[in-house]
Nanobody, 115 residues
Framework: QVQLVESGGGLVQPGGSLRLSCAASKNMFGVSVMGWYRQAPGNQREFVARIFSSSLADYAESVKGRFTISRDYAKNTVYLQMNDLKPEDTAVYYC?????????WGQGTQVTVSS
């Protein structure tokens, strides 16, 4: 079982920054990818960013150049640095881990971008 706990969400003005954290349980054996998804009210959950065990990362087109995903293996933590936030980034952000054929999700953290 992989347990994920997100933190770092909140209210920020347009153009501002936030850093989300996802602390994972120690049982990370076999986890090949970790990432972030988001879900706005009335929308489906969508991909934001992911990082593979090779350290290769990729991003949704809508966040490229503004968001950066990183992973601290010593702390079993994945980060999402979000800069130049826009109102359309408002959503609940979920941490994801993939191990073999199983997906694991955190409980989500709210990000609201508003003036």
């Amino acid at each position: 079982q992989v347990q994920l706990v997100e933190s770092g969400g909140g209210l920020v003005q347009p153009g501002g920054s936030l850093r989300l954290s996802c602390a994972a349980s120690k049982n990370m054996f076999g986890v090949s990818v970790m990432g972030w998804y988001r879900q706005a009210p009335g929308n489906q959950r969508e991909f934001v960013a992911r990082i593979f065990s090779s350290s290769l990362a990729d991003y949704a087109e809508s966040v490229k150049g503004r968001f950066t995903i990183s992973r601290d293996y010593a702390k079993n933590t994945v980060y999402l640095q979000m800069n130049d936030l826009k109102p359309e980034d408002t959503a609940v952000y979920y941490c994801h881990a993939g191990r073999w054929s199983t997906d694991y999700w955190g409980q989500g953290t709210q990000v609201t971008v508003s003036s």
